[in-house]
Structure formats: C-alpha cells, structure tokens
C-alpha cells in the first residue's frame, strides 16, 4: 500500500503549494494527489475550490480569472509545475478533475496533452498516473485516452462497478461499512482511499487491501503502515 500527499503534505504547509509538495518528498510520500482546474486563460493549475474564498480570503473565481489574476492574490501552482517536481523526484499521481465546471471536457483535454508532451520523461521517472474524478463524463473521455481513471465513488457507485477501472471511497464510507472494500476490490480493480490522517483509518485502509491512500500526514502514515506491517508480519 502506498501513501500519497493529499493536496501535499498539507498538514505541515499550506495546501497545495510548492511548499507542500516539496514538503512531502522530504516526509518520504510515494506520490501525490492534486485537485486540477482550468484558469481564464485555460492554464491548468492544482487547486481544489472553485474560488480563493478558503485559502485567501478572496472571491476570486478561478474560472473567470487569469492565472497572472490569481497570483496577485495567492500562490498558485500550475499543473505542469507540480509534473515537473513529480517527475524529478520520481513520485507517481493521483489527479482529480474538477466538475462540474464552465469548461466541461477541456479540463481533461488540456491535462492530456500535457501528460503526451511529457510521456517520455513520465515513463524515464517510472512513475504513475492515475486520474479520478467525481464525473463519469470525465472518466470515460479519460479511460479513451488510456490512462488509468478512478471513479470517485458518489452514492450510487454499483453502477459503475462494472465499467470503471478502479475506485476512490472517502474513508468515511469504509468507516460505515468496513466490507466495503472487499465488495470494490472485484477483478483487481485499484483502490485508492482519501483522506487517511489517523492510524485507525490507516488500518481500514490496509484490511480494505488498498493501493493508495491519500494523507495530510504522509509521513505520520509512513511510519504507522511500516509498524502495521511487521505486525501482521
């Protein structure tokens, strides 16, 4: 089971910065998890709402700003930024896309023409790329492209049981049902969990038999999956 920095290692710094994820290579995370929009100016960044309200205290839109606009106010990474650190320490990615937003699809098309740009250098790194989102729009044109995508599993996960390549249940639903896991876990389907901060969690996660899961404290998570492990061993 692997950990990967959630927004980067954003109990420690403020998410998803440069800080946070440089932050995260030095607490030792596997790999990554980013939250992925597209600016005015369709430049792709790594940012979870929909405006700066939370983070900057300003009504911002991201879709309706330029990325010049937003870094007025905040620190802003953009997508390719976060591949190239990713690349250069070798750390694999879990992308989300964020939907529903004005741009529909070009989301997926501009973080795709990024990934081909790059594809060389990704697979030189051998690191992985996985692409999840909460649409199954998104997914399917992400699944055309040949990239592993994981479903985010909403309420009504079972009918996308049989047509997704993997799933991403928030801890909170392996908390309420502990088989959950084992009912998503059919014909080797990877199984990524968001968002794992504490050991009991962690623990769900690894009897659940996890790929990935997605932490704040990737290297409190190192340590406890490392002790789980001789354990069980």
């Not at 606009?69 to 250069?88: G, N, S």
């Not at 389907?189 to 996660?205: F, G, K, M, Q, S």
Request: aromatic share 8%.
């Amino acid at each position: 089971m692997k950990i990967y920095a959630h927004r980067g290692a954003s109990h420690d710094f403020p998410e998803m910065s440069r800080a946070a994820y440089l932050g995260a290579v030095e607490q030792g995370a596997d790999g990554f998890e980013c939250d992925l929009r597209l600016t005015k100016d369709h430049i792709l960044i790594c940012w979870h709402d929909d405006d700066l309200m939370r983070i900057a205290g300003s009504p911002l839109v991201v879709a309706q700003s330029s990325l010049v606009e937003l870094r007025e106010v905040t620190e802003i990474l953009t997508f390719k930024e976060l591949l190239e650190i990713a690349i250069t320490h070798k750390k694999s990615l879990a992308l989300e896309t964020k939907h529903p937003v004005p741009t529909r699809g070009a989301v997926e098309v501009e973080l795709l023409e990024i990934l081909s740009a790059h594809q060389n250098q990704i697979l030189e790194a051998k690191i992985d790329i996985a692409i999840m989102s909460f649409s199954w729009r998104a997914i399917r044109r992400i699944r055309q492209s040949g990239y592993l995508s994981i479903y985010l599993i909403a309420h009504r996960w079972q009918r996308f049981i049989e047509r997704s390549a993997g799933f991403g249940p928030g801890i909170f639903l392996l908390r309420a049902d502990p088989t959950l896991g084992k009912k998503l876990k059919v014909k080797d389907r990877a199984l990524y969990i968001w968002t794992v901060n504490i050991t009991e969690d962690l623990r769900l996660a690894y009897e659940a038999q996890a790929d990935v899961v997605m932490s704040d404290r990737p290297s409190e998570m190192k340590v406890a999956l490392k002790e789980m492990i001789s354990r069980s061993g």
